[in-house]
C-alpha cells in the first residue's frame, strides 16, 4: 500500500497544458490528436474533468482552472489559471469555451469574469444549461432549479 | 440552547464528508455561525449558497458552542441571479462585507433591513444599486463609523452639501470646500434627496463608502476589502482615482 502511494506520488503529475492531473505530461486527454481542438471546456477541479470526461458527450480538450473565484477563501483572479487559459484560446485556435462551473454563486460569477475576460478574443462563450435532471421528478425539485428549468423552458416540436 | 431567527447565508464551509460551517446574518442574533449537518449533500446544497434568506433554527448544549444549524427556504435569492452578472456582484459584495465586518452575534436589526431591503430590491431595474450604497452606509453607521451627511461641518450650512471630508466623514458644502474640493469626496446627490443615480453617481457613493470601509474597518485590521466588492466596482465603472490623501478640516 506504502509502495502503491509512493509510485503514485513520484509518477502522477500536473499536465503542463490543461491543469489534469496524469503520468504523463501532456496529458492523454491533450495528447490525444483525434480530440476537437476547437472546444475547450473550462471547468473548476481536475474531478469535474473527469464528470465531464465520464459522461462521454465533450470530445473537445479541457482546462481547469484550480478553484473559483472566493471572497471567502480569499481567492481572486490571479490565484486561478485564467492567463493560461487565454493563452491557449489565443494559441490553440479554439472557437468556443464551455464554461463548465458550478451553478453555484461562486461558480456563476467566476464564470461572469472569464466570459468579460474572452470578450473580444472571437471566440464563441457558452455555459452549461440548468434545469430538470434526467430521472428528476417535479415535486423533489428545490424551487432553484425548477426557476432555472422554467427561464429555460423551448418549445416542443 | 435553542433560538429561531431568520437569516441570510454568509458563507460556508466543507466540513467532513458532507456537512458545512455556515455563517448566517440573522435579524436578532447578528452573525451567527453554525454546523450544518449534511449541508454539502445534493439535497440542501442549494439552500446554502450566499445570498439565500432562510428560517433558521439553531440548536446547542451551551451557548458558547458552534451549535447545529437548522434552514427551511424563505427565498432563494441566489438562483434568481445566477444568470445576472452585475446582480450576483451585488448580492456577493453585501454577503462577503457583511461576514468579513460584522462583530459575531452581535444583533443589527437596522442593517438587517437594510439588507433585506437591498436584497428583494436586486432585480434587472437598477434601482437597487442605490439601495447598495445605502446599505454600505448603514454598516458603516452600525459598525460605529456612521457619516454626518445632514450638514456642512465648516458652515453648517444643510444645502448645497456636495462634498464630505476622508477625515471626518463630515459632509461639506460646495461654497465652504474652496481650495480643498479637489481633495474631497464627492457626496452623489441621490444620497441627500432620494433621486434615482445614474451609474456615475453609484461609481461616486461607493467611492465615498469605499474610502471609510477601507480606512476604518479594513486597513485597521490590515485585511483587503473582500473582493466581491471590488468585482461590483470593476462592473460598473472605471477605476477609482487616487484617493484623497489629505485632511480637509
Known amino acids: 500500500m506504502i509502495r502503491t502511494l509512493e509510485t503514485c506520488r513520484a509518477q502522477v503529475r500536473r499536465c503542463s497544458l490543461c491543469g489534469n492531473l496524469d503520468a504523463t505530461d501532456p496529458c492523454a486527454i491533450c495528447s490525444d490528436g483525434s480530440r476537437d481542438g476547437a472546444s475547450l471546456c473550462v471547468v473548476e477541479e481536475v474531478e469535474d474533468l473527469w464528470a465531464v470526461e465520464r459522461a462521454g458527450f465533450f470530445r473537445g480538450r479541457y482546462h481547469v482552472l484550480g478553484g473559483r473565484l472566493s471572497a471567502l477563501d480569499g481567492i481572486g483572479p490571479d490565484e486561478l489559471r485564467i492567463g493560461e487559459m487565454l493563452a491557449r484560446v489565443q494559441a490553440e485556435g479554439v472557437q468556443e469555451v464551455v464554461l463548465g462551473l458550478g451553478a453555484t454563486v461562486e461558480g456563476q460569477t467566476t464564470a461572469h469574469y472569464l466570459a468579460e475576460r474572452l470578450q473580444g478574443l472571437g471566440v464563441a462563450v457558452t455555459g452549461f444549461g440548468r434545469g430538470v435532471p434526467v430521472g428528476g421528478e417535479l415535486n423533489f425539485l428545490d424551487e432553484g432549479t425548477l426557476a432555472a428549468a422554467y427561464r429555460a423552458r423551448r418549445p416542443f416540436a | ?249
Open chain 2, 1 to 249: 440552547m435553542e433560538w429561531h431567527d431568520e437569516g441570510f447565508v454568509l458563507s460556508r464551509r466543507r466540513h467532513g464528508e458532507g456537512s458545512l460551517v455556515v455563517n448566517a446574518f440573522t435579524f436578532e442574533h447578528g452573525r451567527h455561525a453554525g454546523l450544518v449537518q449534511g449541508g454539502g449533500s445534493r439535497a440542501q446544497a442549494h439552500l446554502w449558497q450566499p445570498g439565500n434568506r432562510l428560517d433558521l433554527v439553531w440548536h446547542a448544549r451551551t451557548a458558547e458552542h458552534l451549535g447545529s444549524l437548522k434552514g427551511e427556504p424563505i427565498r432563494l435569492h441566489a438562483a434568481d441571479l445566477l444568470d445576472a452578472p452585475l446582480e450576483l456582484a451585488g448580492l456577493s459584495a453585501a454577503m462577503a462585507l457583511l461576514d468579513a465586518a460584522m462583530a459575531e452575534r452581535d444583533p443589527h436589526p437596522v442593517l438587517y433591513a437594510a439588507t433585506l431591503r437591498l436584497i428583494d430590491a436586486l432585480g434587472e431595474d437598477e434601482a437597487w444599486l442605490a439601495d447598495y450604497v445605502r446599505f454600505e452606509l448603514v454598516l458603516l453607521a452600525e459598525a460605529g463609523f456612521g457619516l454626518a451627511l445632514d450638514r456642512c461641518a465648516v458652515s453648517g450650512a444643510t444645502e448645497g452639501l456636495t462634498y464630505v471630508s476622508p477625515r471626518t466623514g463630515a459632509a461639506v458644502a460646495e461654497t465652504a470646500a474652496g481650495d480643498w474640493a479637489p481633495r474631497l469626496l464627492k457626496l452623489p446627490r441621490f444620497l441627500l434627496d432620494g433621486s434615482r443615480p445614474d451609474r456615475a453617481e453609484v461609481v461616486d457613493g461607493l467611492r465615498l463608502t469605499g474610502h471609510f470601509l477601507d480606512q476604518r474597518l479594513f486597513d485597521a485590521v490590515n485585511r483587503p476589502p473582500p473582493q466581491a466588492r471590488l468585482r461590483l466596482l470593476d462592473l460598473l465603472g472605471p477605476p477609482a482615482p487616487d484617493a484623497p490623501t489629505q485632511p480637509a478640516d
